[in-house]
């Protein structure tokens, strides 16, 4: 069963009636181009198959009534919240979420209507994977239809637009601080390819993405670690790459060329000269994987993963123990290339492997792990998939 279709069942259960709609938004890997979204920089992100569906009814009050599908298999229900009562920090906890973008929306102008949602996710939580986003991106859209805005009616939000709105609800009202890449991902990727997005101008591109047709795989390790220290260190690096552009006198780091870190790197406190050299690079990287992926050359791609980890562990510094240990095993027992996906700090690693090899590439990773007294991490091949939409 799909999660849109647990959802409509679960809503159908818990409310008596049928939803009005389900829609749901997939979890998302990036390729490359790691921590340059806040930077105006580029991204290279695909949708995952593991998607967050919302089943959804418009109420003639106006309260929002919100329940998920918790990993205990049971139905859990948020207290009902007065749209006209939403703060940022109330509700707190999960409930957060989609209340933050109710209130996101009606901040931008929305004439919400009061509404029930059920919320069923299969995005792993914790693994960098944005299952907060693919949450919010769904129940975005499902709001927006009951407002008569959702994609396809007069007057509706581009998906940009959209993702802008989710990126507030997450800023200013649940108070985690993120860029763009996570919600244009889910709102706007597509089957079978990667989105090359450029976060200062909107412009986008859909590249093809199959590596199975040159006898590759993606490969995602799930380590099922989080450290307490993540969401610090992503506001520390994020201060910091601002506080970096100011003194170099530029909108943002994006406007800093690779060819001139040896004249600029000079002129920053010592502290923040690392940080600038990953930004640069890596949008760099997200340049030339493109490039690479435009003439087919999918194995060429791996060293560019491997230099965007590396640059990640030792100038941005938000990989970890459990992450190396991920990208090396990957790397010694055979794949092209391997790097650390997402804010860091925890999460997921990504690997490019040959098909022939995956199974040799995954048993290594978790010995490598059982060595160390780890718990085996989560394995499973990435399929570029579809974008958030509309299920029923």
């Known amino acids: 069963m799909t999660a849109a279709e647990r959802a409509a069942e679960l809503f159908t259960a818990e409310h008596g009636c049928e939803p009005d709609a389900v829609w749901s938004a997939p979890g998302r890997l990036n390729l490359i181009g790691e921590h340059t979204d806040y930077n105006d920089g580029f991204v290279l992100p695909c949708a995952l198959p593991h ?11 106006d309260v929002l009534g919100m329940a998920t599908f918790g990993d205990d298999g049971r139905l859990h229900r948020a207290a009902d919240v007065r749209l006209a009562e939403l703060r940022p920090g109330q509700p707190s ?3 957060a979420y989609p209340a933050g973008v109710a209130w996101a929306l009606r901040e931008a102008g929305f004439a919400l209507p009061g509404a029930d949602l059920v919320l069923v996710g299969e995005v792993p939580t914790g693994a960098g994977l944005s299952s907060s986003h693919a949450l919010e991106c769904a129940v975005a859209l499902a709001l927006l239809q009951l407002a008569g805005r959702a994609p396809g009616d007069p007057g509706a939000p581009s998906r940009t637009e959209i993702a802008r709105f989710v990126q507030r609800a997450e800023n200013d009202f649940v108070g985690a601080y993120t860029g763009l890449l996570d919600q244009t991902a889910s709102l706007r990727c597509t089957e079978a390819h990667v989105l090359f997005y450029d976060v200062r101008s909107g412009d986008s591109e859909q590249i093809p993405f199959d590596p199975l047709s040159a006898g590759l795989e993606l490969l995602v390790i799930d380590t099922r670690t989080k450290h307490s220290h993540a969401e610090s260190g992503y506001g520390d690096r994020r201060r910091g790459c601002e506080r970096a552009a100011e003194l170099l006198e530029v909108a943002a780091l994006r406007d800093v060329a690779e060819a001139d870190l040896g004249t600029v790197l000079p002129r920053l406190p010592e502290e923040l000269r690392p940080l600038v050299r990953h930004v640069v690079t890596e949008d760099e990287r ?5 490039a690479l992926l435009r003439d087919g050359h999918y194995a060429e791609v791996g060293p560019l993963l491997t230099a965007s980890h590396t640059s990640l562990r030792d100038d941005y510094r938000v990989s970890s123990a459990e992450l190396d240990l991920a990208v090396d095993g990957a790397l010694a027992a055979g794949a092209l290339g391997a790097r650390m996906i997402g804010g860091g700090f925890g999460g997921s690693a990504i690997a490019l492997v040959p098909t022939a090899s995956r199974e040799v590439i995954e048993d290594a990773v978790v010995a490598g792990f059982e060595r160390r007294g780890l718990a085996s ?4 091949a990435a399929i570029p998939s579809a974008g958030a939409g509309r299920d029923r």
């Open 93 to 95: 906890g999960w409930a």
């Open 51 to 61: 998607r967050t569906a919302v089943a959804v009814r418009a109420r003639t009050d």
């Open 377 to 380: 991490p989560r394995l499973f």
């Open 286 to 290: 997200v340049l030339r994987t493109v």
